[in-house]
Structure formats: C-alpha cells, structure tokens
C-alpha cells in the first residue's frame, strides 16, 4: 500500500511539473488586435508581451499583442521591444514576460523634454552648423587665394576634383537637396554619395514610423531636411546581407530612375547593439505587393507598370563597357514585395542584397556569401531542381525573366472592368508557405503556370501582355524572352496603334 501511494503522489508531481513548463512555454497576452490570432481579447506566444502607445493625429492610441520568439531580433535586445530615442516624445513600447497578461498592467506614458534639455539639444545641433559655415568659409577663402595666386613658372595649379568641391563655396551643401547633393558629388559615375556624405546624412535623420517588416530587419520612414526617406535596419545577424546590398547600390553606373535609389549606407551604435542601416529614397505608395491589394489598375498602368519593370531589370542586366562602365547584374528575388510604386505609378525595383555580378575579365560570377535564397514561389524551374550552372552568368538573368512573368501576371489580374482578386502565384496549388518540395512538384513535374482567365482573350492589352508573360515562363531557360526584348515589346504594346488593334 505505501509502495502504490508513494507512486500516485510520484505521478502528481511529474503531472503538476509538467503543466508547470508548459505554463512557463505558453505566455497568455492582453490584445486588442482584431485578427484571428486574437479570440477573445488574449493571445498565446513563446516569447514576449507587447504593448506600445502613440500619438496619432493628436489623440493617444493604445496597442497590445503578442510578439513570438522567433520575431526577437536580436534576442538579447528586440528591435521590436525598443523606443527609438528620436521617437520618444511620441512612441513609447515596452515588453514583459513575467506573467499572463502582463502587458495590460505596463504604465506606458509619452514624456515630452523639459524646457532645459531642448535649449540644450538646440544649441548641440547649432553648433556643428556653425563650425561647418566657419570651415567652409576658410575653404573658400583659401580657394580664392589659391585661384589668384600667380603660378610660379615650371608649376601649375593642381586640377579641380571632386573632392575639392566638398569645401568650394559654390558646393550649396547647407540648401541643396539629396538630389542636388548626388548630382554634385558623384561626378555622373553614378556610384552613389562619398563615404563622408553619407555618413554625415544617416547621422542626421530622425526615424518616424515603421512602415515593413521582412526577415533582414525593419523599414522605417525616416525625416532628412525635410525630406522623407526610407530606412532599412538590418539586424546584427544580417550583416553579410546588409554590405552586400550597400556594395551593389554603389557599383558604377547602376543609378537609374527604375532602380530604387540608393543615399547612404551607414552602422550606428546605440549603446546596447549596433545598427545596420541602409538608406534609400521613399515612395510612399509602398511596395507593389501592397499597391496590387488595395487597388486597381487601367490598361495604361498596366503597361507603365510593366515596362518600368522591364526597364530596370533590362538596366541590370546591362553590361556597360569601359573606364566607367557597369557589370551586368541579375537580381534573384524579383518580386512584387521587392518593386516599389512611385508617385507617377511606374515602379522601381529594390532589395538588392542577393544580386549577383558578372566579371567580365574572368567570365565568372561574384555571388554573395550570404545563406539567404530567393522566394520559393517566385523560383525558375531550373532553380528548384538544381539544374542551372551557377558558374554561368545567363542562367541567372533567364531566371529573372522568369520571376518578372509571375510579376506581370500579378499586375495582370487587377487591371480591367472586372479584376480579379489579389493573389500570389500559385496560390491554387500551393499552401500560403510552400515548402521546395511543393513549388518543385508544381513547376518542375507538374509544369503547370498561373492560369490565365477567360477575359483576358477579349482585351487587346491583356491579351498582348499575357503573351509576353508566357514567354517568360517557358520550362526551357534558352527560350524565355530577355529583358531588352521584353521592354520593346511591352513598349508597342503601349502605343496607341497597337491598343487600337
């Protein structure tokens, strides 16, 4: 008898242990989310708690939810658990994993400066204006004088460079624009901002909100003199992606009015990690992904969508030949979250960190050392079951060719009288997240393609372009369009004549 009830409390123990460690695994969360992930007003997660308060439109909203672990970037100090010190007179977010429903009890209250400490604050940021007015005068002065000065026979003058124009009188740094800026000092090489420069700017902006998420970091919508800008944070772990990107950015030549433009790249220590930004210009309609949910498109921005697509990508795939010329360049993860939407409706395309370059020289291919891949949804048939030559240049720009297809059938769908809903490619085959196994069955074996509705065949437009994007997505590499060719086609497409037909 003692033996069977030593063993009933032995089991009582091991049961009220284990339901102990799964308490501890399993954090109920307060939220007023309204989501699916939210019954009730509670969430469950491994991770942390999340509350947040801001001031919108002058009035003070609240937010509560539950942030997963596996969110945590990085885990020692989250990203996501961090009031920006630039925003603490107007975000406050704290974090807690103490208890069920912790964060309903956090005191979130949004502190303005005291009197003292912006009197203070305004005379730290007049001051390096005035030691720079008073540099820039003595480098005006000196240019004078050196100008004047007669030259001594047997010596000249050294020449003009572009270094020089950083303290010349005539360089308006204090009121130019980031525009004026890279027009002045990149000496039409289109390499991007000296190093100075951009340093000197990313120390200067002021984060507003957060406008994306992705696995690298955040995006944040950032204030330069006025101007927005957009500025992606990387996480620490991210660094190879981050200098990857910002050493694509700045390759000769790459600027170009349907490639995302590039200001600065620069790391920043806070005091408890470093922050990796990248900094770029913003467009505040978003990226395509969000642009094509929300609306709906005419013919015309069909076709000005696509060709300014086609143009960017048939500019990376470029080679420019010469002293300053441009290597050929293939993106490997175009899609519509990577493609943004200016104000004018054309796009641009962005997120460069996996771009891979072509050495014309060695006729070899400088591929990134990140682990990071494409998007399965959006991978060529010859990336899924590992057919393509890697140590070639071409298969990776008939691989995009590929991807810009499935872009083009996206757009495709929200345009006309009668537009389909959103969605990704492949959606009626695949789960939300494909796993390889499921896009290679799909695309490899089943060689099956985003199907094209019946009312497409009635629109010359629609009809013209899904030609073109059925081009692109031919299971033979060798035979899908290239990217100059598809501009010039998209191009006619787009005139009158051939709309009337």
């Not at 307060?30 to 491994?46: A, F, G, K, R």
């Not at 950083?166 to 289109?190: A, F, N, V, W």
């Not at 390499?191 to 909100?209: E, W, Y």
């Amino acid at each position: 008898m003692d033996l069977l009830h030593g063993r009933r409390w032995f089991l009582i123990l091991i049961l009220a242990f284990s339901q102990k460690i799964q308490k501890i695994n399993s954090l109920k969360c307060y939220c007023n989310v309204e989501s699916s992930s939210c019954p009730n007003s509670t969430c469950e997660t491994d991770g942390f708690c999340y509350a947040s308060t801001m001031i919108e439109h002058g009035i003070q909203k609240y937010t509560y939810h539950c942030i997963e672990l596996k969110a945590l970037i990085p885990i020692e100090h989250p990203f996501s658990c961090s009031t920006t010190r630039t925003r603490n007179e107007s975000v406050v977010i704290q974090c807690c994993n103490s208890h069920d429903l912790c964060n309903r009890e956090l005191h979130l209250e949004i502190q303005s400066k005291p009197p003292a400490t912006e009197t203070t604050a305004t005379a730290w940021q007049v001051i390096p204006w005035i030691m720079g007015l008073t540099v820039l005068g003595i480098c005006g002065a000196i240019s004078v004088w050196l100008i004047k000065r007669p030259a001594r026979k047997g010596h000249s003058l050294p020449p003009y460079t572009a270094e020089d124009s950083y303290c010349d009188p005539r360089h308006p740094m204090i009121k130019t624009t980031i525009r004026d800026m890279i027009e002045l000092t990149t000496s039409g090489s289109g390499s991007g901002l000296p190093l100075l420069v951009q340093r000197s700017i990313a120390r200067q902006i002021q984060l507003m909100d957060i406008i994306g998420k992705g696995r690298f970091g955040e995006v944040w919508r950032g204030r330069w003199r006025g101007e927005n800008v957009a500025v992606k944070i990387f996480s620490s772990r991210e660094e190879c992606s981050w200098f990857r990107e910002a050493e694509i950015y700045q390759t000769v030549m790459l600027r170009h009015e349907n490639i995302l433009g590039f200001i600065a790249a620069d790391n920043k220590d806070n005091g408890t990690w470093t922050q990796l930004w990248l900094i770029t210009d913003y467009h505040e309609n978003g990226s395509l992904f969000d642009f094509l949910t929300l609306r709906t498109i005419d013919s015309n921005t069909l076709v000005t969508m696509a060709l300014s697509v086609a143009t960017g990508l048939a500019h990376l795939h470029m080679d420019i030949v010469g002293t300053k010329g441009k290597p050929a360049i293939a993106h490997r993860d175009l899609k519509s979250k990577n493609i943004l939407v200016k104000s004018n409706l054309s796009c641009v395309i962005g997120d460069l960190g996996l771009a891979v370059r072509h050495n014309v020289a060695s006729d070899s291919v400088d591929v990134p050392s990140t682990n990071r891949v494409g998007t399965k949804r959006y991978m060529a048939p010859e990336v899924l079951d590992e057919s393509m030559d890697a140590r070639q240049f071409d298969p990776y720009k008939r691989s995009d060719v590929y991807s810009f297809g499935l872009v083009v059938w996206e757009m495709a769908r929200r345009c006309g009288s009668m537009p389909e809903e959103y969605q990704p490619p492949y959606y009626d085959c695949v789960s939300p997240d494909p796993a390889l196994e499921d896009m290679r069955r799909v695309v490899c074996i089943e060689k099956r393609r985003p199907s094209v509705p019946n009312r497409w065949h009635s629109d010359p437009v629609l009809c013209a372009i899904s030609k073109v994007m059925k081009e692109c997505w031919y299971q033979n590499p060798a035979a899908r369009l290239t990217a100059l060719r598809i501009k010039k086609t998209l191009a006619n497409i787009g005139t009158a004549d051939h709309i009337k037909l």
